[in-house]
């Protein structure tokens, strides 16, 4: 396990389409967060699982957005119903949880959706 | 909610010479600010951060201020290379409680050779 891996690396859909993305966090990271970065811009928060339990969810995640983390392992989102505006970067990042020392996120690559 | 601001958007410097990217955020109670390196295509990596209650961490080139009076953080590189040629950005987050990071909107550092 070497880091945070993310599938698709790319997604091209046509709009009205449903799209699943998948996330592989570190396995001893508690944490799990999913941003959203457009072109020239940086990433935004958009949700956030503490083992299972998903604790905060952004303005910006829509009904059309959800996102699950079932064994409070890997993570999935998913958007329904694309349009032309969720074409994105959608990070996956994880952290340990607790005091130590080291509290930098890892970041996933990326999956870049592309909506048509 | 936190907000972070990010100057400049851009920045051209000729190698060998420092750069300093300077942020500035809203809410009082952020206690730690990261700094990410984003190569073209590839993910943020962290490359320094800090914590509310230091005021000053270096680390070899790189150094990052912290200012909680006036609420605003600095990155400063020195003796920069062509490789530190990257989209950089700042963040604010709350230790402690969800740890989500708001980002600024990140400068492009160009280092001529």
């Known amino acids: 396990d070497t880091g945070v891996s993310q599938d698709p690396r790319h997604k091209i859909t046509k709009r009205g389409q449903n799209v699943t993305f998948r996330c592989d966090p570190i396995s001893e990271h508690n944490r799990l967060y999913w941003y959203r970065q457009t072109l020239g811009q940086g990433p935004e928060f958009l949700t956030y699982?503490?083992?299972?339990?998903?604790?905060?969810k952004s303005r910006l995640l829509s009904d059309r957005f959800s996102a699950e983390r079932p064994k409070g392992s890997f993570s999935t989102l998913e958007i329904q119903r694309t349009e032309q505006g969720d074409s994105a970067m959608y990070l996956c990042?994880?952290?340990?949880?607790?005091?130590?020392?080291?509290?930098?996120?890892?970041f996933g690559s990326g999956t870049r959706l592309t909506v048509v | 909610g936190e907000n972070v601001e990010q100057h400049p958007s851009t920045l051209s410097v000729q190698e060998g010479d420092s750069a300093v990217i300077k942020c500035t955020y809203s809410d009082s109670a952020s206690n730690y600010f990261p700094w990410y390196k984003q190569e073209l295509g590839k993910r943020p990596q962290l490359i320094i951060d800090i914590r509310s209650n230091v005021g000053e961490k270096k680390d070899q080139r790189i150094a990052v201020t912290l200012n909680k009076t006036a609420k605003h953080f600095s990155l400063h590189i020195t003796e920069t290379q062509p490789e530190d040629s990257a989209v950089y950005f700042c963040?604010?987050?709350?230790?402690?409680?969800?740890?989500?990071?708001?980002f600024g909107s990140g400068t492009r550092l160009l280092v001529r050779p």
């Open positions: 963040a604010a987050s709350i230790m402690d409680s969800s740890y989500k990071l708001i």
């Open positions: 699982f503490q083992n299972e339990a998903q604790l905060e």
């Open positions: 990042a994880s952290s340990p949880l607790g005091t130590g020392v080291d509290y930098g996120y890892t």
